[in-house]
């Protein structure tokens, strides 16, 4: 079992940033694929992006490359999504989610999941 918890979301103008986290406890973290994954009110859940487990590889949904980072820091259990020059389609709660077998960016293979922080990004 992996426990995730997000945090970092919150209120901020278009063009600004933020930076969430994710903190994890449990089963030995440096074992998982970590992702995140947004989800607007009304829409589905997507794809933002991931880091493999040893860090070395990154994948990014096309809409945020350029803007996003993810990157990980195993000593400590945690994955960041550090989030430039927001814009107001970048509104939506982010998960963070862990997966044990493969590295990718489809919400089913990921096997455990956080509660969500919301981000709001104003115009």
């Known amino acids: 079992q992996v426990q995730l918890e997000e945090s970092g979301g919150g209120l901020v103008q278009a063009g600004g940033s933020l930076r969430l986290s994710c903190a994890a406890s449990?089963?030995?973290?440096?074992?998982?694929?970590m992702g995140w994954f947004h989800q607007a009110p009304g829409k589905e859940r997507k794809f933002v992006a991931a880091?493999?487990?040893?860090?070395?590889?990154?994948l990014y949904e096309d809409s945020v490359k350029g803007r996003f980072t993810i990157s990980s820091y195993n000593a400590k259990s945690m994955v960041y999504l550090q989030m430039n020059n927001l814009k107001p389609d970048d509104a939506a709660d982010y998960y963070c989610?862990?997966?044990?077998?493969?590295?990718?960016?489809?919400?089913?293979?990921?096997?455990?999941w956080g509660l969500g922080t919301q981000v709001t990004v104003s115009s």
């Open positions: 989610a862990a997966d044990s077998h493969r590295f990718g960016s489809k919400d089913g293979d990921y096997d455990y």
């Open positions: 449990g089963r030995t973290f440096s074992s998982y694929a």
């Open positions: 880091i493999s487990c040893s860090g070395g590889d990154t």
